[in-house]
């Protein structure tokens, strides 16, 4: 396998070529947890895996409870299916709480007089409520309970972390909370060891050829967890070597044969960029500035067959959509008229 081959059946994993999947549930699912840093965008990267979509299908989707918006895995926002919330936020959970908790020190919050409050939020959301953080804000405020917004923010995070609450239904484009217990409710529970094994078996299906770095960094989990995990999924992954690195891939895969090149227009945070830690096959290091910034800000990247070549950026006129292309130096026409049809595609998405 060459570094080519490597990026084609990654496209391929990461439905990013032709695929029979139809539904956003079935994406996330797939993908086990695709990043949803800022929640307009992040849509698209649900959108770019599916053929006929629009932002809407992703919306509904969400507050269908089919797809649930939440802080997993790394403390950051990811959308997950429902039916695998639970298991993965029992394997988030110890490596988060003490993320969290160092936020708090940083804030000069006091944790201890945070959480007798999530009781309260409970109360505020059960029977099924929604509420927006400032609805709910404005609800603790009337019970005397006074937080300026980053201890409300950080309370809500704690609630979360929790299992308290999760992201709910969106109220236009603003984002609400609801209980987990209510919005979706446990299947059964499965052991920590099983858990360990969906989510590597999850990852390398969706996200290989990958290494044990690449899921280290996506997981959240220690390099202990990641090895054992790995270990139970060795019969079912085939492995390869590449520039002296041990990738893993499925033993079973069928990518179809192409002869056209993959122009895509990506998410910022998209799972292509963000869910490997070497980074370094898909950006050139004259251009890695371009597309993350020092504080970890991922760009909307162009991606021609795996390897990115500019940014993209949307701006509504009239309330129309519009795609401007920014590539990395001379592009030849033939080139950019590639991603044309991709360009109409992620504008018919947000009309």
């Known amino acids: 396998m060459n570094h080519d081959e490597l990026l084609y059946i990654r496209l391929y994993n990461q439905l990013l070529t032709l695929h029979e999947l139809k539904e956003p549930r079935e994406v996330v699912a797939r993908m086990g947890a695709i990043q949803s840093q800022a929640l307009d965008m992040a849509k698209w990267a649900i959108g770019s895996r599916l053929q006929g979509h629009t932002a809407k299908s992703i919306t509904d989707a969400l507050n269908r409870g089919e797809v649930i918006r939440t802080h997993i895995l790394r403390p950051t926002w990811h959308f997950v299916a429902a039916e695998d919330l639970w298991w993965m936020y029992s394997l988030s959970y110890p490596r988060l709480k003490p993320v969290y908790r160092s936020y708090a020190k940083m804030l000069g919050a006091d944790e201890s007089l945070l959480y007798p409050h999530i009781p309260l939020i409970e109360v505020l959301l059960s029977g099924g409520r929604h509420l927006t953080k400032q609805e709910i804000g404005n609800a603790l405020a009337e019970r005397k309970v006074i937080l300026d917004d980053n201890h409300l923010s950080l309370l809500l995070s704690f609630a979360e972390l929790e299992g308290i609450i999760v992201n709910g239904e969106l109220d236009g484009n603003r984002q609400t909370f609801t209980l987990m ?23 390398f299906t969706s996200h ?23 270990e139970m999924i060795r019969p079912h992954f085939i492995r390869e070597t590449v520039n002296e690195k041990e990738y893993w891939m499925p033993d079973d895969i069928r990518t179809p044969s192409s002869n056209q090149d993959s122009a895509l227009l990506l998410a910022p945070f998209d799972e292509f960029v963000v869910s490997y830690k070497d980074r370094s096959g898909i950006i050139e290091e004259t251009h890695y500035s371009k597309v993350i910034t020092r504080n970890g800000i991922f760009s909307p990247t162009i991606m021609l067959n ?14 129309v959509p519009r795609i401007t292309l920014t590539f990395f130096g001379n592009v030849p026409k033939n080139t950019i008229r590639l991603f044309q049809p991709e360009v109409a595609r992620l504008e018919q998405f947000y009309a």
């Open 181 to 203: 217990e209510e919005w979706v409710p446990r299947i059964r529970d499965i052991s920590r060891e099983e858990a360990l094994e969906r989510l590597a078996r999850r990852y």
């Open 208 to 230: 290989g050829p990958a290494t044990l770095q690449d899921f280290n960094w996506w997981s959240g989990l220690s390099v202990t967890e990641c090895r054992q995990a790995m």
């Open 306 to 319: 795996g390897t990115t070549i500019g940014s993209w950026k949307k701006s509504m006129k009239k309330n």
